[in-house]
């Protein structure tokens, strides 16, 4: 769940430390991530059906359960700054930190437009276990569908 090294939301792009760096941050994807594919398998072979990258909603969340306003998000440890795993990059370290920074806050308000939208949401981080998370995704859907608790 990668987003491209460049925007505007940190200023200018700094340039890139190398030629192997800027390789590196241009092959990484912004949707169908490793972690995510893992977590949709799951669900899949659970019997659960999904929209993936749902355009019509804010933040284009990973997995959306639409009849069960459930909106899914797996985040990269990098890009949005797991408190475990996270790391700062020592190159142009302002820059990644104003960068990442604002992918947190931009993760704050497309929940909160999702929330006034009646949608719930969940975030796991990448490094989270599939069947783990498949679980607790299973769980919160079932209650939202069927009743119960949440």
Same mark, same amino acid.
Request: net charge positive; glycine share 8%.
């Given at each position: 769940m990668g987003t491209s090294a460049g925007g505007s939301s940190a200023g200018s792009r700094p340039p890139p430390l190398n030629r192997a760096v800027s390789s590196q941050m241009k092959r990484m994807p912004r949707a169908s991530t490793k972690p995510e594919v893992a977590v949709r +398998?799951?669900?899949? *072979? *659970?019997g659960l059906r999904y929209r993936t990258n749902h355009p019509g909603l804010p933040g284009r969340p990973d997995i959306a359960f639409t009849k069960a306003r459930?909106? &899914?998000? &797996?985040?990269?440890?990098? !890009?949005? +700054?797991? %408190?475990?795993?996270? $790391?700062? %990059?020592?190159?142009? +370290?302002?820059w990644?930190?104003?960068?990442?920074? +604002?992918? $947190?806050?931009?993760?704050?308000?497309?929940?909160?437009?999702? &929330?006034?939208?009646?949608?719930? &949401?969940?975030?796991? !981080?990448?490094?989270e276990n599939p069947e783990r998370v498949a679980d607790e995704i299973s769980h919160l859907w079932r209650a939202l569908r069927y009743g119960g608790s949440a």
């Amino acid at each position: 769940m990668g987003t491209s090294a460049g925007g505007s939301s940190a200023g200018s792009r700094p340039p890139p430390l190398n030629r192997a760096v800027s390789s590196q941050m241009k092959r990484m994807p912004r949707a169908s991530t490793k972690p995510e594919v893992a977590v949709r +398998r799951e669900l899949h *072979r *659970r019997g659960l059906r999904y929209r993936t990258n749902h355009p019509g909603l804010p933040g284009r969340p990973d997995i959306a359960f639409t009849k069960a306003r459930l909106a &899914v998000f &797996v985040d990269g440890c990098f !890009w949005h +700054r797991c %408190p475990e795993h996270g $790391v700062l %990059p020592k190159n142009n +370290r302002e820059w990644w930190q104003a960068k990442l920074q +604002r992918n $947190v806050e931009r993760d704050r308000e497309k929940d909160a437009a999702l &929330v006034a939208l009646n949608w719930h &949401v969940c975030h796991f !981080w990448e490094h989270e276990n599939p069947e783990r998370v498949a679980d607790e995704i299973s769980h919160l859907w079932r209650a939202l569908r069927y009743g119960g608790s949440a």
